[in-house]
């Protein structure tokens, strides 16, 4: 059984959707979230299932801590699943095309620094773009350049709020991303 860790900063939506996913499979098991904010609501959902969790700091990122952990643990893949912060190259050095993020927008389009939740979504808006979607991605060192894996977008009427653009990806988020992860850990 794949050992999956899951990195977010959030409300951890995504996060409880992959939790759940991979409890009714024999393939992977999620063996923790790790978080970088002690108040997100990651924290709660992961703990409904029994999911240990990991709070640490952006230092314990950067210098080796959660490198560490991530070992002691022996995971096989790192999702980051609503994780704003850079992932360290450390990290990404030792599990090379073993981490995924999910990003919601059809890169490269609406990619980088700053680039996430909200801020995507009202910018979509903004540009009057008639298509997003969903990229799910391999990381490297840089903010949402590794190499795609997989995407899906869908139509925009021109009329939506950032609200109903967030609402739309949401579930493309949640109707792919567990599945994408399955098909990886199936290689």
Do not use: C
């Not at 992961?46 to 959660?66: C, H, M, Q, R, T």
């Amino acid at each position: 059984m794949k050992k999956i860790v899951v990195f977010a900063s959030g409300s951890g939506t995504n996060a409880e959707n992959i939790i759940q996913y991979f409890s009714k499979n024999g393939v992977g098991s999620v063996a923790a979230v790790f978080t970088n904010k002690a108040n997100a609501g990651v924290i709660e959902r992961a703990k409904k299932y029994n999911v240990p969790v990991e709070i640490f700091s952006k230092e314990d990122l950067i210098e080796g801590k959660v490198l560490q952990k991530l070992n002691d643990i022996a995971v096989d893949w790192i999702i980051l699943a609503g994780f704003l912060l850079k992932f360290p190259e450390n990290i990404v050095k030792v599990y090379p095309n073993r981490i995924i993020n999910i990003h919601p927008a059809l890169l490269p389009k609406y990619g980088g620094k700053g680039m996430y939740g909200m801020h995507i979504h009202k910018a979509i808006v903004d540009n009057k773009e008639l298509e997003t979607g969903i990229t799910i991605h391999y990381v490297n060192e840089n903010y949402d350049e590794g190499a795609i894996i997989f995407q899906e977008n869908v139509v925009l009427s021109g009329k939506e709020t950032a609200e109903d653009v967030a609402a739309k990806i949401h579930l493309l988020e949640q109707e792919h991303f567990p599945k994408v992860i399955l098909s990886l850990l199936e290689k």
